[in-house]
């Protein structure tokens, strides 16, 4: 034992050296080992622990996740439950709304379709009393040669006038839009006024002078034609003057009256041989009318009058339409109220879609156990071996 096993450099060392070493060694590997094995002790503890904790949140996020379930769907049944009660309100109050607009326009447009039938009626019976009154007309001047013997007598002459002026008239106008032999505020009695949209009436005279043109169309030398044209000058310029100073009343009447003369030969005799005259009449605002002329003015009247009337009726309706719109804009008005609510609706609906996707994407995470420790740390655990060092 005491020989020499080993020598390294200067030193010699025996068996009994050599194998005091080796046992040493051995010992302190096996020290080594049992340290090492007391620390992987203490490593799957830690990981036992860390694993149970975690068994514990996973099983207090799923009953968590249970009861947020539940309560989403409680608060989704609820939702539908307030939308089909609102959306039954809805259809009830629109169904409502338009049964009574299409009741309101229904009436109007029965109503509007009535009065025109009406217009168009009396239109028509209108025109056929223009188809006649032209056919009398066209009668009447076939007869201008029995007139001559008519005219000879001033009396029955004013009587014709004044029938032929008073059965233009009645042709023309309703019973209410003229007056024969009216008095005005001066006393005058003319022959006709005819009643005219607002408060002044236009004066109609029948009275005009024939003696003049019956010495004219008579006379068989040029001195007495001349002289009758100076008569028939002065009678109509008289009868004029008289015309615009009895009968023009302002604020009473129209500005201008209408002298009838009683056959379209003489009206035309009148133009044509007599046009200063005619026009003196018409600088005095007095016009000179044929029975053609009276007719047509009759119908620039009665088309005044009918006009008069509509717009009358024209404002009732526009009332109407006016309380339609209002009715129309109050409904426009709640509509956009309720679509409002419904886009509300419609974005706390896409909200919850939101929360919902979230929740099933960590339900997903978390059925897949795919945790970041980063986000959720780990709480820290003593170490029982470190606790008891």
């Excluded at 769907?73 to 049964?99: H, K, V, Y």
């Excluded at 339409?321 to 706390?348: G, I, M, N, P, Y």
Aim: charged share 30%.
């Amino acid at each position: 034992m005491n020989d020499i096993a080993l020598t390294i450099g200067a030193h010699a060392f025996t068996y009994a050296q050599v194998a005091l070493g080796f046992a040493l060694a051995v010992i302190l590997l096996l020290v080594l080992l049992a340290r090492s094995t007391a620390r992987a002790g203490r490593e799957r503890s830690l990981e036992a622990a860390a694993a149970a904790e975690r068994a514990r949140e996973f099983d207090d996020k799923v009953a968590e996740m249970t009861r947020l379930q539940a309560e989403m769907q409680g608060r989704m049944q609820t939702m539908a439950e307030i939308f089909g009660t609102r959306q039954a309100d809805l259809a009830r109050l629109l169904s409502e709304r338009l049964d009574g607009l299409q009741h309101r326009v229904g009436q109007g447009l029965e109503t509007t379709a009535r009065q025109t039938s009406e217009n168009i009626a009396r239109l028509n019976e209108r025109l056929a009393v223009i188809d006649a009154a032209q056919k009398n007309l066209t009668d009447l001047t076939g007869e201008v040669v029995g007139l001559k013997d008519i005219l000879a007598n001033k009396q029955a002459r004013g009587a014709y006038g004044q029938g032929r002026m008073e059965a233009i008239i009645r042709d023309g106008l309703p019973a209410g839009a003229y007056t024969f032999q009216a008095t005005l505020s001066n006393r005058t009695r003319p022959d006709c006024l005819v009643h005219l949209p607002g408060d002044h009436p236009l004066v109609i005279d029948a009275k005009f002078p024939l003696e003049g043109f019956s010495a004219f169309r008579e006379a068989n030398s040029e001195e007495a034609r001349r002289q009758a044209g100076q008569r028939v000058k002065a009678d109509v310029s008289t009868h004029v003057r008289d015309i615009a100073e009895k009968y023009l009343i302002p604020g009473e009447t129209q500005d201008m009256a209408l002298l009838f003369v009683p056959s379209e030969a003489i009206y035309a005799d009148l133009h044509e041989h007599f046009d200063d005259v005619v026009q003196r009449a018409h600088r005095a605002r007095v016009v000179v009318v044929s029975p053609s002329l009276l007719a047509l003015a009759i119908q620039v009247m009665q088309a005044l009058v009918r006009d008069a009337r509509m717009r009358e009726e024209a404002q009732k309706i526009q009332v109407e339409v006016r309380r339609l719109l209002d009715d129309v804009k109050r409904l426009s008005d709640r509509v956009e109220k309720l679509d409002t609510h419904f886009r509300q609706a419609q974005e706390d609906v896409g909200q919850i879609r939101i929360s919902t996707d979230k929740i099933v994407k960590r339900g997903e995470r978390i059925d897949a156990l795919e945790f970041d420790d980063a986000e959720q740390p780990r709480p820290a655990i003593a170490s029982p071996v470190r606790a008891a060092e």
